[in-house]
C-alpha cells in the first residue's frame, strides 16, 4: 500500500514561513490533500487538488506538489497555526485513503 | 449547509461490536456527489481511515483493518453507520464520520465536511 511520510513536527516563529512535508513514491502524480486539526477538534480541510484552497482558508496557505515530496507553506505565521497537519492521497492501486503520520506545527 | 452528527455508546466491551451512526442534515445520502466515510483517530495519535460508502452501497475499506469492518447506510433516514467487530483495546479512539466529494468519479476534494467526533473506550 501507498505510504505517505511526514516529519513529526516542525518550529516557526511567529511572521515567519512553516513548511510542512509529505513524501511518497512519485507523489507528484498524485492528488494530494492537506488537513489542519486543532487540538480537541476535527479536521478542517485546508488544500486539495494539490493547490487549491477552500472557501475560507487563507491565502497563507498553499501547496505544491512534485516528485517525491508535496510541500504545505504556511506564511506570516501566527500562534493560532498551531495545529497538527495531515497530507492525504487517494490510493487507487489499494482503493484507499491514505494519510500522513502527521505533523505537529510549533510556533514559538 | 451539510452537517454530520456522530452517535453510538461511548463505551465497548472487548470481543464485542462498536456500532456507530452518523446522521446528515442539510443533505441528502442519496447524492451522487458525495461518498460517506469513517475515519478514526486513537489518542495521541494520527488519523486512520476505516472506509466509506457511496449511495449505490460502494463501499470501500481500509486493507489494513483485520477486523470485520461493514459500513452501511440507511437512507430513509439519511444516516450511515459503522460496524466494527471483535473490538479489542486498539480500537479505542475519537471517531470522526465526515463526506468525501466526488467529480467524475474521482476523489479530488477530499473530506470537507466532517462531524465532530465520538470517543469510543474499549474497556471490560
Known amino acids: 500500500s501507498y505510504v505517505l511520510t511526514q516529519p513529526p513536527s516542525v518550529s516557526v516563529a511567529p511572521g515567519k514561513t512553516a513548511r510542512i512535508t509529505c513524501g511518497g513514491n512519485?507523489?507528484?502524480?498524485?492528488?494530494v490533500i492537506w488537513y489542519q486539526q486543532k487540538a480537541g477538534q476535527a479536521p478542517v480541510l485546508l488544500i486539495y487538488?494539490?493547490?487549491d484552497r477552500p472557501s475560507g482558508i487563507p491565502e497563507r496557505f498553499s501547496g505544491s506538489n512534485s516528485g517525491n515530496t508535496a510541500t504545505l507553506t504556511i506564511t506570516r505565521v501566527e500562534a493560532g497555526d498551531e495545529a497538527d497537519y495531515y497530507c492525504?492521497?487517494?490510493?487507487?492501486?489499494?482503493?484507499?485513503?491514505?494519510f500522513g503520520g502527521g505533523t505537529k506545527l510549533t510556533v514559538l | 449547509q451539510l452537517q454530520l452528527q456522530e452517535s453510538g455508546p461511548g463505551l465497548v466491551r472487548p470481543s464485542e461490536t462498536l456500532s456507530l451512526t452518523c446522521t446528515v442534515s442539510?443533505?441528502?445520502?442519496?447524492?451522487?456527489?458525495?461518498?460517506w466515510g469513517w475515519i478514526r483517530q486513537p489518542p495521541g495519535k494520527g488519523l486512520e481511515w476505516i472506509g466509506s460508502?457511496?449511495?449505490?452501497?460502494?463501499?470501500y475499506y481500509n486493507p489494513s483493518l483485520t477486523g470485520g469492518v461493514t459500513i452501511s447506510a440507511d437512507t430513509s433516514k439519511n444516516q450511515f453507520s459503522l460496524k466494527l467487530n471483535s473490538v479489542t483495546a486498539a480500537d479505542t479512539a475519537v471517531y470522526f464520520c465526515?463526506?468525501?466529494?466526488?467529480?467524475?468519479?474521482?476523489?479530488?476534494?477530499?473530506?470537507?465536511?466532517w462531524g465532530q467526533g465520538t470517543t469510543v473506550i474499549v474497556t471490560s
Open positions: 465526515a463526506t468525501q466529494r466526488i467529480f467524475a468519479g474521482h476523489f479530488y476534494y477530499g473530506m470537507d465536511v
Open positions: 442539510g443533505g441528502s445520502t442519496t447524492s451522487g456527489s458525495y461518498y
Open positions: 487538488l494539490n493547490i
Open positions: 492525504q492521497v487517494w490510493d487507487y492501486s489499494g482503493l484507499s485513503w491514505v
Open positions: 512519485n507523489i507528484g502524480a498524485e492528488n
Open positions: 460508502i457511496y449511495k449505490n452501497g460502494t463501499t
